[in-house]
């Protein structure tokens, strides 16, 4: 069974400039979530879909980051414009029917 | 709501030697229990979970954890560590029932050493 797919691996941008991220979830798994890692700490929910709805995005700042999943199948997560703060990993993970979440390698974010 | 504390950050032992690490939650319902480790520059992989049954949980490399309600505890052990455990280790809970977020603890960064 193939993972959880994530690109790029690594990005490194400056302040302001924007970001997109990718997602290709483990095949027939229909909820997928982003998380943000800050060095040092547990990954943190961003956002949660289930198909190609919403489900959760009460931590996502929405002023700056935003994410969607058209046809339910991959999603992609934005920020724009970069703040310093936003230095992190990027983890996306999916699952099927509330089992276990699997997760990807992760972007690793640097803001200059 | 729930949290999850990992009461250690780091931990340090030697090869062969057992490791305990900790981690107790908060919840005002029932839960789910998760343990998963990280290893540099990787995702998150399951190594055990309890959902419900024997409070005695077995997972893949050799762990095991024990759901203990009294203590709100989950505390995450191996009888003999190798080298290549060395890693992050993350405590995760969710509410059960229906599509509920994973809340994560600090992490505790596992060293093994020779």
């Known amino acids: 069974e193939a993972g959880v797919a994530q690109s790029p691996r690594y990005k490194i941008i400056e302040k302001r400039q924007s970001v997109a991220f990718w997602c290709n979830p483990i095949s027939g798994h229909a909820t997928l979530y982003w998380y943000q890692q800050i060095l040092g700490q547990g990954p943190k929910l961003l956002i949660q879909f289930q198909n190609n709805g919403v489900v959760d995005d009460s931590q996502l700042p929405k002023d700056r980051f935003s994410a969607e999943r058209l046809k339910g199948v991959d999603s992609t997560l934005k920020i724009q414009p970069a703040k310093l703060e936003d230095s992190a990993v990027y983890l996306c993970a999916s699952s099927l029917n509330n089992q276990p979440q699997h997760f990807g390698d992760g972007t690793r974010l640097s803001i200059l | 709501a729930q949290s999850v504390t990992q009461l250690d950050s780091q931990v340090p032992v030697f090869e062969e030697a057992p490791v305990e690490l900790r981690c107790n939650y908060s919840?005002?319902?029932?839960?789910?229990l998760f343990w998963y480790v990280q290893y540099p520059n990787q995702g998150l992989q399951l190594l055990l979970k309890y959902l419900s049954g024997s409070t005695l949980v077995k997972g893949i490399n050799g762990f095991e954890a024990e759901f203990n309600k009294s203590q709100t505890s989950f505390h995450l052990r191996k009888p003999s560590v190798h080298i290549s455990d060395t890693a992050e280790y993350f405590c995760a809970v969710r509410a059960s029932g229906g599509a509920q977020k994973l809340v994560f603890g600090q992490g505790t960064r596992l060293t093994i050493n020779p």
């Open positions: 919840s005002s319902v029932s839960v789910y």
